[in-house]
């Protein structure tokens, strides 16, 4: 089955810096991946998400790029500010799996002034 | 718009006990998913309904179950409570075709 995973637990970037977080997947037949953000004490929030046909998608300040030879996703947040301080996951939807999210472990980022 | 809305927020139940949890999605959203959340499994899946049916199941033991109403809104159960089902519960909505799942604040339970 699919599983994902994520490189590091924590990442301390200073405000104004680029992060970039990463992530491992194992099923090459996901239809797409999705990046969330959960604050605490809150659910998961929709970030991005990029289907399985592309290499990259941008959003407002967050980049997603997606490298199928070797099953890696990224989340690129320019200009980190203190409020992205959150535990990040991505998701995987396996194909045929309708609303099926299978998530990694999550990074926290944490953001210093 | 209002957003996913469960209650309760919180919850404490003994050993052996049962509980449900509700669910109620956004307005017009007829999928909705149940995530179990802990420390030391993360974030996984645990079923998703559409228009009433379950479409899809994760790996838990048959003491977890759920159902949609023609509302949509969603509950699910969980009998014979164990420690180990101590966890944030959390329901997603979204539209049938939609990547976009929005979640509520979940649920804590406590198994005591």
């Known amino acids: 089955g699919e599983s994902v995973g994520l490189h590091l637990p924590t990442l301390s970037v200073q405000e104004g810096d680029n992060s970039i977080i990463n992530c491992a997947y194992s099923n090459s037949a996901s239809d797409y991946f999705i990046w969330y953000k959960q604050e605490s004490g809150k659910g998961p929030q929709f970030i991005i998400d990029i289907r399985s046909n592309m290499d990259k998608r941008q959003g407002q300040r967050v980049t997603v790029l997606l490298n199928k030879t070797v099953k890696h996703l990224s989340l690129q947040i320019a200009a980190t500010q203190p409020g992205d301080s959150a535990v990040y996951f991505c998701a995987a939807v396996p194909s045929g799996g309708y609303n099926k999210l299978i998530f990694g472990a999550g990074t926290r980022l944490a953001v210093h002034p | 718009k209002a957003g996913v809305t469960q209650t309760p927020r919180y919850l404490i139940k003994t050993r052996g006990q049962q509980v449900t949890l509700s669910c109620s999605p956004i307005?017009?959203?007829?999928?909705v998913s149940w995530y179990q959340q802990t420390p030391g499994q993360g974030l996984q899946f645990l079923f998703e309904?559409?228009?009433?049916?379950?479409?899809n199941k994760g790996n838990f033991p048959g003491r977890f179950s759920g159902r949609q109403f023609s509302n949509s809104r969603s509950e699910m159960n969980v009998s014979t409570l164990e420690l180990g089902d101590s966890a944030l519960y959390l329901c997603a909505s979204s539209l049938q075709a939609s990547t976009e799942a929005f979640f509520g604040q979940g649920t804590r339970l406590t198994v005591v």
């Open positions: 309904y559409f228009s009433e049916t379950q479409r």
């Open positions: 307005s017009g959203h007829r999928s």
